[in-house]
């Protein structure tokens, strides 16, 4: 069974840097690729990036493209999601989530088997 927790969001001022966290509690953390994701309010939610089950595979949204990176540590049974020069845009709830399909970069949400609860990532001066 896979249980996400999202964990590093808060408050930062544009251009700023902020890194999420995406612990997994359960054990079969390696087998799955992972994705992130986030939603503002009244919207629809977004694909940001995914990465493979061994982390040698990335794909991300054009929006965060050179902006944000995503990494993991299967040893730690976690996955990050280190953003820069943040903008108001990027204001949203982040998810976390797990795809059985270890190889699958995907950005449709319903490819995704296991989600996390969100962390809120606000940018503001």
């Known amino acids: 069974q896979v249980h996400l927790v999202e964990s590093g969001g808060g408050l930062v001022q544009p251009g700023g840097s902020l890194k999420l966290s995406c612990e997994d509690s359960?054990?079969?953390?390696?087998?799955?690729?992972m994705g992130w994701f986030r939603q503002a309010p009244g919207e629809e939610r977004e694909f940001v990036g995914a990465i493979t089950w061994n982390g040698r595979d990335t794909s991300y949204a054009d929006s965060v493209k050179e902006r944000f990176t995503i990494s993991r540590d299967n040893a730690k049974n976690t996955v990050y999601l280190q953003m820069g020069s943040l903008k108001a845009e990027d204001t949203a709830v982040y998810y976390c989530?797990?795809?059985?399909?270890?190889?699958?970069?995907?950005?449709?949400?319903?490819?995704?088997?296991?989600w996390g609860q969100g962390t809120q990532v606000t940018v503001s001066s």
């Open positions: 359960g054990r079969t953390f390696s087998s799955y690729a």
């Open positions: 989530a797990a795809n059985r399909k270890y190889y699958d970069l995907t950005h449709y949400t319903w490819e995704y088997d296991y």
